[in-house]
């Protein structure tokens, strides 16, 4: 199977995780406050706002990977573009290469340092994940239940839980600050959280579709996951 961001699986070199009983104190200094209903709907409201009329982002991101005990084990970093539907590419400058590319119906991992590439079928990895919700035109609440979240750190933040079974993913939760996208967290079935920072952020720039066709590299392996 695939290791990707917003995929089922976590991987030191392409997935940030910690127990999910540590996010309060490793990653966010929040207080857990209880929302008003008004609160709750302007939340989900800014989320369908934001999809709506989304075609493209761009963004440098920075990722924190935490092992089981909490320990930081590695910090990655990279660029990150999206072309809706179902487009999107990660490449990983830091601290290993890799570059992650979904056409609309694969998704290709290629490591660099090994030429190797993993691909396997798009829909099979994406469902429930964070991808899933950025990359489908699909009205969210078809795949998601949501809910607005007061941490009192003044972003707004949007929990949800896909409503399909026996994903791996259990729970997504998305921030905004003015409106704009700033983090976004993933929880798995085994309680690891994966967190992914945006800096930079473009939304709506002009993408060629070529940069989400993946071409194999000379002499890489070529391994089909399904």
């Known amino acids: 199977m695939l290791s990707i961001p917003f995929g089922p699986l976590a991987s030191h070199r392409s997935l940030a995780a910690l127990p999910a009983r540590l996010l309060l104190v490793l990653l966010l200094p929040l207080m857990t406050l209880l929302s008003t209903p008004q609160a709750r709907a302007d939340g989900i409201a800014e989320l369908k706002d934001y999809l709506s009329g989304l075609n493209s982002l761009s963004a440098d991101f920075r990722q924190i990977t935490l092992g089981a005990d909490g320990e930081q084990m590695i910090e990655s970093s990279g660029t990150f573009y999206l072309l809706r539907p179902n487009r999107f590419r990660w490449d990983y400058d830091t601290p290993n290469e890799q570059q992650i590319v979904a056409d609309g119906s694969r998704i290709y991992v290629h490591d ?115």
């Open 112 to 226: 660099q340092d090994l030429n190797q590439v993993t691909h396997s079928s798009q829909k099979k990895i994406l469902d429930g994940t964070p991808a899933q919700l950025l990359a489908s035109e699909k009205p969210v609440e078809d795949y998601f239940e949501l809910r607005t979240l007061d941490e009192g750190d003044g972003r707004t933040w949007i929990e949800l839980t896909p409503k399909a079974e026996d994903t791996e993913v259990v729970k997504l939760r998305i921030a905004f600050i003015d409106g704009q996208l700033d983090t976004l967290l993933m929880e798995d079935r085994f309680g690891q959280l994966t967190r992914f920072i945006f800096d930079d952020l473009e939304r709506n720039p002009q993408l060629d579709y070529a940069l989400f066709r993946f071409e194999r590299p000379p002499g890489s392996d070529f391994l089909q996951a399904d």
